[in-house]
């Protein structure tokens, strides 16, 4: 499975970005697709997911703000943020799981400035 990311960006705080990652490859069996981040010197978290059916979960209170979706036939994952803060800034990696074993993207850099 090979995962590419698109989207991120700089924008000022309160803007909006939308990131996408199209799947491709052995695409038949994945599961779980969600994307997380890694802030400069912390570890990667939990951003969102979603399920094959279409369910999503969200860490904290970012459902307030984002918006993962996807779309099977690609398959693809969204996210659409909004109303960003700085401390969202960071390196997004979009993961699917495949056959249970978990697959990542190169990242994408999303800077939010203040």
Excluded: H
């Amino acid at each position: 499975v090979r995962l590419q990311a698109f989207g991120g960006g700089l924008v000022q705080a309160g803007g909006s970005l939308r990131l996408s990652c199209a799947a491709s490859g052995s695409i038949f069996g994945i599961n779980d697709m969600g994307w997380y981040r890694q802030a400069p010197g912390k570890q990667r978290e939990l951003v969102a997911k979603i399920t094959f059916a279409g369910i999503p979960t969200y860490t904290g209170s970012l459902k307030d703000r984002f918006t993962i979706s996807r779309d099977n036939a690609g398959p693809t994952v969204g996210l659409q943020m909004n109303n960003l803060k700085p401390e969202y800034t960071g390196v997004y990696y979009c993961t699917v799981e495949w056959l249970g074993d978990d697959f990542w993207g190169q990242g994408t850099q999303v800077t939010v400035s203040s």
